[in-house]
C-alpha cells in the first residue's frame, strides 16, 4: 500500500478523532451529554507492510448500570423534596406561636375564667362572646389554608401529569427514530441516545419507573405495578380524574391503548414529584385537617354539652354554644345500589382523626377499614338500625347493594363550620340549673374545667391536642429533611461517578486536541514524504 494511502487514512482518522474532541467540549454544558471516543483500528485490506488506519466507530461512554441508579436516587430525592416543600409551610403555620391556636384557646378560657368571678357582667360575658368568635375564626382560617392546599395538589397532579404523558410520548418517538437510525446506517446514534436518555432521566423527577431495554435498542418504560407508558414506539396516558371515593381529592388512571380508563391505587407511585404530592396529601395533609377538625369538633361538642346543662341570665336553659356541622360521608360514584348513610357526632371520646371505608356486605352488616391504622372490622346495625363508627352514629336508608362503598371522614371539614351559635351575650349559660340564674357561676366553673380534662381522643386536653398535632407536623418535617440530605449525599455521589464516566472533563479533552493536532500534522509528512519520494523517482526517470 502507497504512503500516500497510509497518510490519508491517518488524516482521515486524525479529522474524525478532532471533530469528536471538539464535539466533546462544545457540549461540555449540555445537559444530558455523553462523552464521545473515536474508535481507531488497524486497516487489514493491505499487504503485510500495512494499510494504515480506519475508524471503527464513535463510541459512546455510558454506563447504564449507574445511570439506572442515578435516576431511581434522583426521583426518590424529587419525591422528598416535593414533600419537603409542601410540610414546611403546615409546620409553618402551626408552629406559629404568636398567631396559634393555643394562644387562642388560652384566650378564650381564660375569658370564661373571668366570667367565673363576675357571671352577671357584660363585660366578661362580650369578652367570652369576642374571645370565642377570635378562636373559631382561627380554625376556619387554619382549615381554609388547607383546604386551599388540597386544591393546589389537585392542580399540580393535572400538571404532572400531563409532563408524564408528554415525556412518555416523546421517548416513544425517539424509540422510533434510534430504531431508523441504526437499520439506515448500522452505527449508533449517539445524539439521539442522549436524548432519550435525558428524557427517561426527566421522567424519573416526576414519577418513579422501571426501564428495560428490548431487542438492544428500545426502551420499555413502565409504572412499578408493570403497567407501561412506554411499548416501543406506543405510549400510555396517566389520566388525573376525581376519586370515586374522594371527589375533593384528584387521583391516578390509566388509560390503556383501547382508551379505557381505570383507577390507580396511589400506592403505585411513590418517586418523583408525583410520588411525593400523592404522599404528603396522604401521610400529612390528610391527618392535618383531620386532627385539627377533632379537635374542633371535641372543643364545641363538650362544652355545648356543658352550656346546654346550666341556664342563662333570663334564667332559661343554655342553648348550643358553638355550631359545627355533621361528619362527611360520601358514597362511591360506581355505587350499584341506592343506598346512603347520614352521619351525627356521637361520643366525642371515641372520635378518631382516622377516616373510614364502609363497605356493604350481603348479609347487612358494613365491612369497616380504618384507613389510619389499616385495621378492618365489621359492624352490623344495632337494634335501632344505627352503625357506630369512630364515635359517629350512621343512619342507614335505602337499599345498598353488595359490595357498595361509602366513605366517612368524621372531622375531616368540621374546623372549616366551625363558629359560635351563640349571638346575645345574656344567653351565655353560666349558671347551674338548679340555682335562680343571675350571679351564680357554677356552670361557669364547670365550662372552665374543661380545658383540663383529657376529651380529645380520650387522651389528651384541648392544648395537648393541638401541641400533638404540631409535634406530629414537626417530626415529619424533620424526618422528610433528613431523608433527603441522605438521599441528596446520595445522589451526588452517584452522579460524580457518573460524570467520571460519562461527563466531559476540559483538561482532558484539551490534551486530546493537542494529541490529534500532532497526529494529524505526522500524517501530513507520511504524504510529503511520499511526496518527496516520488520526485525523486521521476527525476531519476528522466
Known amino acids: 500500500m502507497s504512503l500516500f494511502s497510509i497518510g490519508l487514512s491517518g488524516l482521515s482518522a486524525a479529522q474524525n478523532a478532532l471533530s469528536t474532541t471538539s464535539n466533546n467540549i462544545s457540549n461540555v454544558y449540555t445537559d444530558g451529554y455523553s462523552r464521545q471516543l473515536t474508535l481507531l483500528g488497524q486497516n487489514a485490506s493491505g499487504g503485510g507492510a500495512g494499510s494504515g488506519v480506519s475508524v471503527d466507530g464513535i463510541q459512546r461512554q455510558y454506563n447504564s448500570y449507574i445511570s439506572s441508579q442515578l435516576n431511581q436516587v ?5 419525591a422528598l423534596e416535593t414533600y419537603q416543600s409542601q410540610v414546611n409551610q403546615i409546620n409553618d403555620l402551626l408552629a406559629d406561636s404568636d398567631s396559634g391556636l393555643t394562644t387562642l384557646m388560652q384566650g378564650f378560657f381564660s375569658s370564661v375564667e373571668d366570667l367565673t368571678g363576675s357571671p352577671a357582667d357584660a363585660a366578661a360575658r362580650e369578652g367570652v362572646l369576642g374571645t370565642s368568635r377570635s378562636m373559631t375564626a382561627q380554625f376556619r382560617a387554619y382549615d381554609g389554608y388547607l383546604s386551599d392546599m388540597r386544591e393546589g395538589i389537585n392542580g399540580q397532579i393535572g400538571d404532572v401529569v400531563t409532563q408524564v404523558n408528554n415525556l412518555s ?11 431508523l437510525a441504526r437499520a439506515r446506517s448500522g452505527e449508533e446514534p449517539n445524539a439521539l441516545l442522549d436524548q432519550r436518555d435525558k428524557l427517561v432521566s426527566d421522567l424519573g423527577d416526576l414519577v418513579d419507573v422501571n426501564v428495560q431495554v428490548q431487542d438492544g435498542s428500545t426502551y420499555q418504560v413502565s409504572l412499578s405495578n408493570g403497567m407501561p407508558l412506554v411499548a416501543g414506539n406506543k405510549s400510555f396516558d396517566l389520566v388525573a380524574m376525581k376519586g370515586n371515593e374522594d371527589p375533593s381529592s384528584i387521583t391516578l388512571g390509566y388509560e390503556d391503548g383501547g ?13 418523583g414529584e408525583l410520588g411525593g404530592l400523592l404522599s404528603f396529601r396522604s401521610e400529612t395533609l390528610d391527618s392535618t385537617q383531620n386532627q385539627l377538625g377533632q379537635l374542633a369538633v371535641t372543643l364545641a361538642r363538650s362544652f355545648n354539652a356543658q352550656h346546654e346543662a346550666g341556664v342563662d341570665l333570663n334564667g332559661d336553659a343554655g342553648e348550643a354554644f358553638f355550631a359545627i356541622g355533621s361528619p362527611t360521608v360520601v358514597s362511591s360514584a360506581v355505587n350499584n345500589g341506592s343506598g346512603s348513610l347520614a352521619a351525627e357526632y356521637g361520643d366525642v371520646s371515641e372520635l378518631t382523626a382516622d377516616d373510614y371505608r364502609l363497605t356493604y356486605q350481603a348479609d347487612g352488616s358494613y365491612s369497616v377499614e380504618n384507613l389510619g391504622s389499616g385495621e378492618t372490622r365489621s359492624v352490623s346495625p344495632a337494634g335501632d338500625g344505627t352503625l357506630s363508627v369512630g364515635g359517629v352514629t350512621l343512619t342507614p336508608s335505602g337499599t345498598p347493594a353488595e359490595g357498595d362503598v361509602f366513605m366517612l371522614q368524621p372531622t375531616r371539614n368540621a374546623a372549616g363550620v366551625f363558629e359560635v351559635a351563640v349571638t346575645d351575650t345574656d344567653k351565655i349559660a353560666a349558671a347551674d340549673a338548679d340555682s335562680g340564674g343571675s350571679g351564680d357561676n ?3 366553673l364547670a365550662l372552665l374545667d374543661l380545658q383540663n380534662q383529657r376529651l380529645v381522643g380520650g387522651s389528651k386536653t384541648f392544648s395537648g391536642g393541638y401541641a400533638s398535632l404540631v409535634s406530629d407536623v414537626g417530626n415529619r418535617a424533620a424526618i422528610t429533611q433528613a431523608n433527603l440530605t441522605t438521599q441528596t449525599g446520595l445522589s451526588d455521589q452517584l452522579f460524580a461517578y457518573q460524570q467520571a464516566d460519562s461527563g466531559v472533563n476540559l483538561d482532558e479533552e484539551y490534551a486530546n486536541l493537542l494529541k490529534y493536532q500532532q497526529y494529524y500534522s505526522a500524517n501530513a509528512k507520511i504524504i510529503e514524504a511520499g511526496s518527496s519520494i516520488l520526485d525523486t523517482i521521476l527525476g531519476l526517470r528522466a
Open 169 to 179: 410520548d416523546q421517548i416513544a418517538d425517539l424509540n422510533k427514530q434510534v430504531t
Open 259 to 271: 382508551g379505557t380508563r381505570s383507577a390507580l391505587k396511589e400506592s403505585v407511585v411513590k418517586g
Open 442 to 444: 357554677r356552670n361557669a
Open 74 to 78: 434522583n426521583s426518590r430525592q424529587s
